[in-house]
């Protein structure tokens, strides 16, 4: 028995890790389940990715729209809110990443005061833009208030501004005298970035207060 507990304490890290790896394929599995729900046929006659497909149709750039948002179909199934959620985190998630980079740029040499300063300023315009979308998504939890209009419009008009905000960054590195490997790596992420933000953008716009919240 005193050896016995001695070497389960022992063993006790092992426990852990166990746990750990036994909780890794639980979400592992869940993920193959969220894989094989998106397939399933809801109410409307839909699957979850049909829903998607159909609400991006709503959007400037569908393809980006479904390709982006198609692996949350079904944690979104066929709630327009939470498509619309889905569509503010990722681009949030995008505009991070994107500041990271630049700032990593920033760090590097080759670059002239020009484009430093171009590159500052990007940074200052992406992190508007991630305060923007933060904001619209705390938002997004009050939709179901009675005052639905109000708690949207505060969303439009925070998205649009973090849109403005991403063109700005861009136009800021339009002008000639600019290095063009810096210029295009940042104007291609910061232009993809603005088609997440625009159309997260539409499809807030298309929410109407008579729509579930949620399933
Ligand atoms: C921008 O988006 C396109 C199409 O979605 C993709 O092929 C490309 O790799 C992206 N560029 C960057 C820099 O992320």
Excluded at 135 to 149: G, Q, R, T, V, Y
Excluded at 158 to 180: I, K, P, R, Y
Aim: proline share 3%.
């Amino acid at each position: 028995m005193e050896n016995y507990r001695s070497s389960s304490s022992s063993y006790a890290p092992y426990t852990l890790i166990a746990a750990m790896l036994s909780l890794l394929v639980c979400s592992a599995a869940q993920t193959i389940d969220g894989q094989t729900n998106a397939e399933f046929i809801n109410s409307d006659g839909q699957t979850n990715a049909d829903f998607i497909k159909s609400s991006c149709k709503v959007t400037r750039y569908p393809r980006v729209c479904f390709d982006s948002l198609s692996v949350y179909a079904n944690t979104i199934q066929t709630s327009p809110q939470r498509l619309a959620q889905a569509a503010l985190s990722v681009s949030l998630a995008s505009a991070q990443s994107t500041k990271t980079m630049m700032s990593r740029l920033l760090k590097g040499r080759g670059m002239n005061p020009r484009e430093m300063g171009a590159l500052r300023d990007c940074i200052e315009n992406i992190g508007d833009s991630i305060d923007e979308v933060k904001k619209s998504i705390e938002e997004m939890s009050h939709l179901s208030d009675p005052d639905f209009e109000f708690h949207k419009e505060n969303i439009q008009t925070w998205v649009s501004a973090a849109l403005t905000d991403e063109d700005t960054c861009t136009d800021g590195f339009a002008g000639n005298g600019m290095n063009g490997n810096v210029k295009s790596a940042i104007t291609s992420r910061v232009v993809n970035l603005s088609h997440l933000t625009s159309n997260a953008l539409a499809l807030i716009n298309s929410l109407t207060s008579t729509q579930p919240t949620s399933r």
